[in-house]
T-cell receptor
């Protein structure tokens, strides 16, 4: 399909395990974002890439969280030593624009639902 | 204090009603404003942008008051299909390019 694709859709991890979540943005989209959405809350900003450059990682909650987009396309969000409070839906979004243009339309994937037991 | 605040609701209204949601933001340097809609267990989708002069899209009207740092969304003639969570979103263009979402206002439209 032509939309943002995320995998896995569902992930159950035992506390302490490492997980990796993948995002395939819409082809050609310059900007890529990761958000974390807890139940009943709005999406919380985690990090932003413009092409392969990670321009903002101010939302990453701890050094256990790491994101990369090495070739400016696919991105991976890695969470090390998962904790129960990491349980949430992780949303990836892409936009055809880089910063400075800002029409504000993000195209979201369906998310990866992480449950840490 | 959160950067973008909304009344969580739920707003429970009959079909055909008019309902309004409000949102306040704390950063006066905010650049642009939007309303997104999120259906249950689905991803957020852009509903409409919010312009300083106010703007309308069918049954939906958005207003922005920069002086009061306040955004509103008005839905007229509510439909059952309007039932969703409405997210107020603010774009910051400082050293980054960051959309900050409110916690959302839940709307339930009943027959």
């Amino acid at each position: 399909g032509a939309g943002v694709s995320q995998s896995p859709r569902y992930k159950v991890a035992k506390r302490g395990q490492d997980v990796a979540l993948r995002c395939d943005p819409i082809s050609g989209h310059v900007s890529l974002f990761w958000y974390q959405q807890a139940l009943g809350q709005g999406p919380e900003f985690l990090t932003y890439f413009q092409n392969e450059a990670q321009l903002d990682k101010s939302g990453l909650p701890s050094d256990r969280f790491f994101a990369e987009r090495p070739e400016g396309s696919v991105s991976t969000l890695k969470i090390q030593r998962t904790q129960q409070e990491d349980s949430a839906v992780y949303l990836c979004a892409s936009s055809p624009e880089g910063r400075g243009l800002g029409t504000g339309e993000l195209f979201f994937g369906e998310g990866s639902r992480l449950t840490v037991l | 204090r959160k950067e973008v605040e909304q009344d969580p609701g739920p707003f429970n209204v009959p079909e055909g009603a008019t309902v309004a949601f409000n949102c306040t933001y704390s950063n006066s340097a905010s650049q642009s404003f939007f309303w997104y809609r999120q259906d249950c267990r689905k991803e957020p989708k852009l509903l409409m942008s919010v312009y300083s002069s106010g703007n309308e899209d069918g049954r939906f009207t958005a207003q922005l008051n920069r002086a009061s740092q306040y955004i509103s969304l008005l839905i007229r003639d509510s439909k059952l299909s309007d039932s969703a969570t409405y997210l107020c979103v603010v774009l910051f263009l400082d050293s980054s390019y960051k959309l900050i979402f409110g916690s959302g206002t839940r709307l339930l439209v009943r027959p």
